[in-house]
């Protein structure tokens, strides 16, 4: 293994984590210090397992290893997770949840130069989640490296509130019309965090050299954004952008490809809120991902959703009532300044990436609407080519 090194979205790929689908099963979060009634747990556990048949699990698991197969075969070294079991109820002084999966290495961990940032999630299931890497960070630690974890949050209350006074008054946007269109009636539940302690997920963030564009939004609260700016130094600048995009991480809406070329989700970004450091950059303006899938849809409607009513019921909060936006499609991977591996389902983006002499590696990935994340979020560029550069001042 080589020294970790990556300090931005597109130097040559040297060495990648990508994720596993080993051991996935439905959250039950118990948010309170009480304890769990024995016959709920029973009955969670049984939830757990029938949210993810083998069948389902074998093609999330095929598909990951076909996205590690592309990229070994095009010259990167593929690490995998060392996943723990999942299944295990864990808790803390405030409440207790099982585990979920070790799929979006990314949302997690964010490697920043020779840096390695924990960071600390608003999910009551996500608390030991970066475990299934630590083998490889350990690894990794004899060549050397700068291993940073954030404060665990005690999550003692609910960290999130709705934007709205109610969703009866929620004025829905193009946004949030398109987003309907795309999921078969479907909408996106939306909230802010609250500033009471830490939060963020590594995903919220994008790397440009000494620049770092930061989301506000439903998985990154300003306190991470000021926490993360004081590990990291006067070396670095992070930008917090809020006028974006209000829910999870910004690779759906913001992906760079090389220095002064950046694909913008136009359905969230416009002239008017682009954040101002792509000021002279080239754009790409791009919405039209294809639909989430008939198949996904299906499973969500007759198996997750009736799961997830039944869980809430019982008092438990689960991941299983959840779907990735529709233009989480637009999560690609680069592999250097014109070369990408893209979802194969998205036509219209490879065409529209290969009109910028951008090479595209199509790979399948059936289950992305419900596993949470797109190919940029299930894997995680450990080590590429380059130095640190600052692309943003003369």
């Not at 934007?163 to 949030?176: G, I, K, P, Q, W």
């Not at 490879?350 to 002499?357: A, M, N, S, Y």
Request: net charge negative.
């Amino acid at each position: 293994m080589l020294k970790i090194n990556s300090h931005n979205e597109w130097d040559k790929l040297k060495e990648v984590i990508v994720g596993s689908a080993v051991g996935t099963h439905g959250v039950t979060t118990w948010p309170s210090p009480e304890p769990i009634p024995e016959w709920k747990q029973k009955r969670a556990a049984e939830i757990q397992a029938s949210a993810h048949p083998q069948w389902l699990l074998d093609e999330i698991q095929e598909d990951l290893d076909g996205l590690a197969a592309a990229l070994s075969d095009w010259g990167a070294k593929v690490l995998r997770p060392d996943v723990h079991d999942i299944r295990r109820r864990f808790s803390s002084p405030f409440w207790e949840s099982t585990g979920n999966n070790s799929y979006n290495v990314r949302d997690l961990h964010l490697v920043v130069g020779n840096s390695v940032v924990e960071s600390p999630s608003h999910v009551h299931s996500r608390f030991f989640e970066p475990y299934c890497l630590y083998a490889i960070w350990y690894e990794y630690f004899k060549q050397g490296f700068r291993w940073i974890a954030a404060p665990k949050p005690r999550l003692e209350v609910n960290p999130t509130q709705s934007y709205f006074r109610s969703e009866d008054e929620r004025v829905l946007s193009d946004e949030d019309l398109r987003f309907m269109e795309l999921t078969g009636g479907r909408i996106e539940e939306l909230h802010r965090l609250l500033e009471t302690e830490i939060l963020f997920e590594a995903a919220n963030t994008l790397r440009m050299g000494r620049d770092l564009l930061y989301l506000v939004s439903c998985s990154g609260n300003r306190l991470g954004a000021k926490w993360l700016q004081s590990v990291l130094g006067d070396e670095y600048r992070v930008h917090q952008v809020d006028n974006l995009y209000r829910s999870s991480h910004i690779d759906s809406t913001v992906l760079c490809l090389r220095p002064g070329l950046v694909v913008l989700n136009s359905k969230r970004a416009n002239p008017s809120n682009c954040p101002p450091i792509f000021q002279g950059w080239e754009k790409i303006w791009f919405d039209d991902v294809a639909p989430t899938s008939e198949s996904e849809l299906q499973l969500q409607r007759e198996v997750r959703d009736p799961l997830h009513r039944e869980l809430t019921s019982m008092g438990f909060e689960s991941n299983l009532g959840q779907m990735s936006s529709p233009w989480v499609g637009m999560n690609f991977l680069s592999l250097d300044t014109h070369t990408v591996v893209v979802d194969k389902r998205q036509t219209s983006l490879i065409r529209t990436l290969e009109q910028h002499k951008v090479t595209c590696i199509p790979v399948q990935m059936r289950h992305i609407y419900t596993q949470g994340g797109g190919i940029h979020c299930a894997t995680l560029d450990t080590v590429r080519e380059g130095v640190l550069e600052d692309y943003f001042t003369n």
